[in-house]
């Protein structure tokens, strides 16, 4: 590809020289005519090397994603037959704890507005195949952001935190925050900010963190 950087000029110089000589020769076609067409030419074999210079790198970011698959199945594999080793010796606490640590690691790899849910329905369903129940605290994210949020410290309140009711300890999500120039209110949501619950003041609702559900 440089070599062809080089040739150019001198292409273009020598279809300059041609050109000129092409404009005073007894031809019936101008020179001019003969030099845009020669440009035309070299700018045709430009784009042709340009379109197989992009399906190589085309070619080359398939092969990053299959890789990447591989990694992710190859992961997956591992932590599988990790699994099954433990619930062949017996230890389903260490099966169990496994379990947790994938989901926790798949988690972490989304986007922090990434629902969530999926992976949770299949903690939940691998867990009850060896006879062990969600543990409450990942019965309440839905987002990927929601794993963060429940070890934080302090008792702020803010949009996209998880609250407890404080009159039935109902789990929600405040999905918006308004402000009528006096006191904030706090519009909350259950089941991933599916269902609305209506708004409520802080005096309604406590931040959830970790230590509730220890």
């Known amino acids: 590809m440089k070599k062809l950087f080089l040739l150019i000029p001198l292409l273009l110089s020598s279809i300059s020289s041609f050109a000129q000589y092409g404009s005073s020769s007894d031809s019936n076609i101008p ?3 003969i030099f845009i067409g020669l440009v035309f030419i070299v700018a045709g074999l430009l784009q042709v090397i340009l379109f197989f210079k992009l399906w190589s790198m085309t070619n080359n970011v398939q092969k990053i994603k299959n890789g990447l698959k591989l990694f992710e199945f190859e992961k997956g594999f591992e932590y599988n037959s990790k699994i099954k080793r433990s619930l ?3 230890n389903k606490a260490e099966a169990r704890e496994l379990m947790i640590n994938r989901f926790i690691s798949q988690v972490k ?3 922090q507005t990434d629902s969530i849910i999926d992976k949770k329905n299949e903690l939940q369903l691998g867990l009850e195949l060896i006879g062990e129940k969600l543990p409450k605290a990942i ?6 952001s929601d794993y963060n949020n429940l070890f934080l410290k302090g008792k702020n309140l803010y949009k996209g935190c998880l609250v407890s009711r404080n009159s039935d300890k109902t789990l929600m999500h405040v999905r918006n925050v308004e402000y009528d120039g006096k006191m904030h209110s706090y519009i909350c949501y259950t089941e991933g900010y599916k269902n609305k619950e209506g708004a409520y003041s802080e005096e309604e609702i406590t931040r959830v963190n970790i230590s509730a559900f220890l």
């Open 88 to 90: 062949l010796l017996g």
């Open 109 to 111: 790899e989304r986007y």
């Open 139 to 144: 019965e309440c994210l839905y987002l990927a």
């Open 31 to 33: 020179g001019m005519v």
